[in-house]
C-alpha cells in the first residue's frame, strides 16, 4: 500500500554526475580511418546570427511550466493511495504541474455520465476531486487526464456505431483485454460522449487544462471499416490522412472550447509525438495546439536507436514556433514486452530526461500505479526535478544554432512504402536512422525542417537541406525548394526523392530532375548478390567528396538505386551489382558504365549532390564505413564546410546549441556506449576533453561558462570573437551554459 512513509522512502541512487560507469567500450572503438571523432581542422567558423530581443508580451501561463509529474492511476488506487503522500512527493520533486486521472475506461468521480463506469474501488468517492484539491494546495496545476479510445460492452450494446470494425465488420477488440472495444474517432462517441465528460469535469472541479491520452494514434493511422469508415478513403493513402488530420482538428478546436467554458486560460490538448512520422499533419496541428504533447517514453524494440527522445525534440522545434512542448519520461520499462509497474534502469531514464531538455522540451516523469511495491524510481525524478530546477534560465531555449536542416517528408514517412526491391518493413524507420546517425557522427548542428514548411524566411538560416528519400513532394514543395537553391543554398538529396506527388502519383521524372541535371532511366534496382559498387572516375579522385579514399578505384554504392541517365563528367559512376556467391561467379560482367553514382553540380554559392541510391538507409543496415566518409564528405562539400559551432574531441556524441535569454548552452549528450543501437543502457564510458568553439554575433561579451552538471565554472577565451572552452569530461551528459554581459 501507497503510505506516506513509503512513497517517500527512497534508497540512494548515484547522482548523473557520479554514476558507475564501464570502463571499457570495445564495441564502439573504430579503426584510425574511421574513429568517431571530429578534428576537423579545415573548418570555417561563421558568425552566429544577432541575438533575438527579448519578447516582453505576455506569456500563457504554460509557458512558465518546467517540470511535469504523473502518477498514471489504476482502478485499483483509490483503495491504496496516500492522497497526501502522492501530492508530497510531486512537490517536493517541483513540479510545476501534474496529471490526474479524471477518466479513461473508468470515472474517478461520482460521474453521471451515461456509460462512465464508475472503477469498483470507487465506492461513491470523490477520487479525482480529492487529488486536484491537494495538489492545488501545494501550488501545482492540474491536467484532467482522459483516454478515449477503449469502453466497455454495455456502451457498445447501447451504441454499437461507436465502435472500430474490421473489414468482416465485427468489432475490434483490445489486444490485452478482450471486454474492451475500440472506440471509432469518427463516430459520435467523440461528437457527444467526450464532450459530456469535459462539460462534467467542469462544472465540477478547477482544472487548468484537459488532456486526451490514446488520441489520436501516434505514427500510425487507424484502419477502420466502420459504417462512416467504410465511406472515407483507404486508410493507407493521402486522402485519408488529409480526412484524419481534418477530424483530429475538428474534434481538438471543439474540445478547446469547451475547456475554455469555465476559464480562458485553459485548453485542451492530446497525444502528439510520433516524432518524423506523427499521426495529424504535423505542419496543420502545430498551428492549432498550445501544448505539444510528446508521448514518447521511452526505447522500444521497434525503435532501438538511443536518440529516439533527442528525435521527437527535433521535431518539435520543426513544427512549435516557440509553443511548448513537453516529453514522457516514463520511470518503467517502455518495451515490449515490459514491466510497467517496475522501475527501469536510472540510467536509461536519466538519459530520457537529458534528451528531453537537450532537444528543448521540458521533462515529465512518469510511474504507474500507487501499490508502492518498486520505490527505485522516486530519487530519479525527485533529483533530476531538482537539478533543473537551479538551471531553468539556462534550459529554457529561445531558437537553435544549426546552418543545415533535414527535410521531414511526414507523408513519405507515414504512406510511402519504399520500394518493392527493398523487401523490408521499416525502410524509412532505417533512412530516418541512417541519416540521423550520420549526422551525429560528423558532429554536425542540424534542424528538422518540416515539408510543408519550405518558405524562404525559414529556409535562410541554413546552408544546406538535406531530402533522405523524401519520396513524396508536391509541386509546390519543389518549387520552393528550386527558389532555395536560386537563392544559394544547397540540396543533398537521393533514390526516390520527389519520384511521387503529394497523392503518392508516381511521376514520369523526379521533381527536382532540373535542380540536380538528373534524369530518370528506369525503375528501381535492387540487390541480389552484391548490391552495386560506385566508381571513382579518376579525372575526380581529387574531388572533395572523396577526401580519404586511396588505393582503390571501388566505394559500396548503396542496396537499391533509381537508375540514372548519363551526364557529363560524373564524379562517381556505377558498377551494376553482381554474384557474391559462388566466389568463382563474384566479378562485374559490366565493370564500367556510364551512369552516373552521383550527380554534383555548382553554380554560384550553390551547391547540389544527388544520390542515385538509397545511401543513408544502406549505411544504416550495413555500417559500412566509406558509406559514412562520403556522407560527410559530401556535407562538408554542400556547406564549404561553414559551421556555427564546433566541437571537437572523442567519443560518440549528440550536440544541441541554444540560444537563451542569459546567452548560449550547448548540451553534450554522452552515446559512447555498447548500447547506443540495441538494448537499454547498462553502462556509458566517460568521455575526456571537447573543444567547443563558437564564433560570438558582434557586440557579444562572455561573463562565464559553467558547466551545468558538473557545477563548475570553466576557462574560456574569446580571440577575434570567437569563444573557445574545454568541457573536461562528459559522463552522460553536459550542459555548458555561456552567460554574457
Known amino acids: 500500500m501507497l503510505s506516506r512513509r513509503g512513497f517517500l522512502k527512497s534508497g540512494l541512487i548515484t547522482g548523473a554526475a557520479g554514476l558507475p560507469l564501464s570502463s571499457s567500450l570495445s564495441a564502439l572503438d573504430a579503426p584510425p580511418a574511421l574513429a568517431i571523432t571530429t578534428t576537423d581542422d579545415h573548418a570555417r567558423l561563421?558568425?552566429?546570427?544577432?541575438?533575438?530581443?527579448?519578447?516582453?508580451?505576455?506569456?500563457?501561463?504554460?509557458?512558465?511550466?518546467r517540470r511535469v509529474g504523473q502518477t498514471n492511476m489504476t482502478e485499483h488506487d483509490p483503495a491504496v493511495m496516500d492522497i497526501e503522500a502522492w501530492a508530497d512527493y510531486w512537490h517536493a520533486a517541483k513540479a510545476d504541474i501534474v496529471f490526474v486521472s479524471v477518466t479513461g475506461i473508468l470515472a474517478y468521480y461520482p460521474s453521471k455520465v451515461p456509460f462512465h463506469r464508475h472503477g469498483k474501488y470507487l465506492n461513491g468517492r470523490d477520487f479525482f476531486g480529492e487529488c486536484a484539491a491537494a495538489a492545488k494546495k501545494r501550488g501545482m496545476r492540474v491536467v484532467a487526464r482522459m483516454s478515449p479510445d477503449l469502453n466497455w460492452p454495455e456502451a457498445l450494446a447501447a451504441h454499437p456505431?461507436?465502435?472500430?470494425?474490421?473489414?468482416d465488420g465485427s468489432v475490434q477488440h483490445s489486444g490485452e483485454e478482450p471486454r474492451l472495444f475500440k472506440t471509432c474517432m469518427f463516430s459520435s462517441y467523440m461528437d457527444d460522449y467526450i464532450p459530456a465528460i469535459i462539460r462534467e469535469v467542469n462544472s465540477l472541479y478547477d482544472v487548468d487544462c484537459f488532456y486526451a491520452n490514446g488520441w489520436p494514434p501516434l505514427g500510425s493511422l487507424p484502419d477502420c471499416h466502420c459504417a462512416i469508415c467504410s465511406k472515407l478513403p483507404a486508410s493507407d493513402t493521402p486522402a485519408y490522412w488529409r480526412a484524419f488530420t481534418d477530424r483530429v482538428l475538428d474534434l481538438w478546436?471543439?474540445?478547446?472550447?469547451?475547456?475554455?467554458?469555465?476559464?480562458?486560460?485553459?485548453?485542451?490538448?492530446?497525444?502528439?509525438?510520433g516524432n518524423v512520422r506523427g499521426g495529424p499533419n504535423l505542419d496543420r496541428l502545430a498551428k492549432t495546439l498550445v501544448w505539444f504533447q510528446a508521448d514518447n517514453q521511452g526505447r522500444t524494440q521497434h525503435e532501438p536507436a538511443i536518440w529516439g527522445c533527442s528525435l521527437q525534440g527535433r521535431v518539435c522545434n520543426a513544427v512549435l514556433d516557440g509553443k511548448f512542448a513537453a516529453n514522457v519520461t516514463a520511470a518503467y520499462s517502455s518495451s515490449q514486452p515490459g514491466w510497467r509497474n517496475a522501475s527501469k534502469n536510472p540510467l536509461e531514464a536519466r538519459m530520457w530526461l537529458n534528451q528531453t531538455l537537450a532537444s528543448g522540451m521540458v521533462p515529465y516523469f512518469h510511474f504507474v500505479g500507487a501499490?508502492?511495491?518498486?520505490?527505485?524510481?522516486?530519487?530519479?525524478?525527485?533529483?533530476?526535478?531538482?537539478?533543473?530546477?537551479?538551471?531553468?534560465?539556462?534550459?529554457?531555449?529561445?531558437?537553435?544554432?544549426?546552418?543545415?536542416?533535414?527535410?521531414?517528408g511526414q507523408g513519405t514517412q507515414l504512406l510511402y512504402p519504399g520500394?518493392?526491391?527493398?523487401?523490408?518493413?521499416?525502410?524509412?524507420?532505417?533512412?530516418?536512422?541512417?541519416?540521423?546517425?550520420?549526422?551525429?557522427?560528423?558532429?554536425?548542428?542540424?534542424?528538422?525542417?518540416?515539408?510543408?514548411?519550405?518558405?524562404p524566411d525559414r529556409l535562410k538560416k541554413y546552408r544546406a537541406l538535406l531530402l533522405p528519400n523524401v519520396a513524396m513532394l508536391s509541386d509546390r514543395q519543389c518549387g520552393q525548394l528550386r527558389e532555395y537553391v536560386k537563392a544559394g543554398g544547397s540540396l543533398m538529396a537521393s533514390f526516390e526523392t520527389g519520384l511521387y506527388d503529394e497523392d503518392l502519383k508516381l511521376r514520369a521524372e523526379f521533381g527536382l530532375a532540373d535542380v540536380f541535371g538528373i534524369s530518370r532511366a528506369g525503375d528501381a534496382i535492387g540487390t541480389n548478390g552484391n548490391p552495386y559498387y560506385a566508381r571513382i572516375e579518376s579525372n575526380h579522385s581529387g574531388h572533395a567528396i572523396l577526401n580519404g579514399f586511396t588505393d582503390t578505384n571501388w566505394l559500396p554504392g548503396a542496396e537499391n538505386r533509381v537508375p540514372l541517365k548519363p551526364v557529363d563528367d560524373p564524379a562517381l559512376t556505377v558498377v551494376p551489382g553482381f554474384v557474391r556467391y559462388?566466389?568463382?561467379?563474384?566479378?562485374?560482367?559490366?565493370?564500367?558504365?556510364?551512369?552516373?553514382?552521383?550527380?554534383?553540380?555548382?553554380?554560384?554559392?550553390?551547391?547540389?549532390?544527388?544520390?542515385?541510391?538509397d545511401v543513408e538507409r544502406s549505411w544504416w543496415i550495413t555500417g559500412h564505413g566509406d558509406l559514412l566518409r562520403l556522407m560527410h564528405n559530401t556535407i562538408r562539400w554542400l556547406t564549404n564546410d561553414e559551421r556555427?559551432?564546433?566541437?571537437?574531441?572523442?567519443?560518440?556524441?549528440e550536440m544541441f546549441a541554444w540560444e537563451t535569454a542569459p546567452g548560449y548552452a550547448v548540451h553534450l549528450l554522452n552515446y559512447n556506449t555498447p548500447d547506443a543501437q540495441h538494448g537499454w543502457l547498462q553502462s556509458i564510458e566517460p568521455l575526456g576533453p571537447q573543444l567547443v568553439r563558437m564564433k560570438l554575433p558582434p557586440g557579444a561579451r562572455v561573463k562565464s561558462v559553467e558547466l551545468?552538471?558538473?557545477?563548475?565554472?570553466?576557462?574560456?577565451?574569446?580571440?577575434?570573437?570567437a569563444l573557445q572552452f574545454t568541457v573536461p569530461v562528459i559522463h552522460d551528459y553536459e550542459v555548458a551554459a555561456v552567460t554574457l554581459t
Open 419 to 455: 520500394p518493392a526491391t527493398a523487401r523490408s518493413r521499416n525502410y524509412m524507420h532505417e533512412t530516418t536512422n541512417g541519416i540521423y546517425d550520420a549526422l551525429l557522427r560528423g558532429r554536425f548542428a542540424w534542424d528538422y525542417v518540416h515539408e510543408d514548411r519550405l518558405d
Open 253 to 273: 478546436q471543439r474540445y478547446d472550447a469547451l475547456a475554455k467554458e469555465r476559464k480562458n486560460d485553459s485548453f485542451f490538448f492530446a497525444n502528439s509525438g
Open 371 to 408: 501499490e508502492n511495491e518498486d520505490r527505485r524510481w522516486q530519487p530519479v525524478g525527485r533529483e533530476y526535478f531538482d537539478w533543473t530546477a537551479k538551471h531553468d534560465a539556462h534550459l529554457t531555449t529561445r531558437r537553435s544554432i544549426a546552418n543545415i536542416g533535414v527535410v521531414i
Open 708 to 721: 551545468l552538471r558538473a557545477g563548475d565554472v570553466i576557462p574560456h577565451r574569446v580571440e577575434d570573437a
Open 582 to 613: 559462388p566466389p568463382e561467379l563474384a566479378y562485374p560482367p559490366q565493370s564500367h558504365t556510364t551512369e552516373p553514382a552521383v550527380v554534383l553540380r555548382e553554380s554560384g554559392a550553390s551547391r547540389t549532390a544527388w544520390f542515385a541510391g
Open 644 to 653: 556555427q559551432i564546433q566541437v571537437e574531441g572523442p567519443g560518440f556524441v
Open 161 to 167: 456505431e461507436w465502435a472500430m470494425r474490421h473489414k
Open 46 to 65: 561563421v558568425e552566429l546570427p544577432p541575438r533575438l530581443q527579448p519578447d516582453h508580451a505576455p506569456q500563457p501561463w504554460q509557458k512558465s511550466v
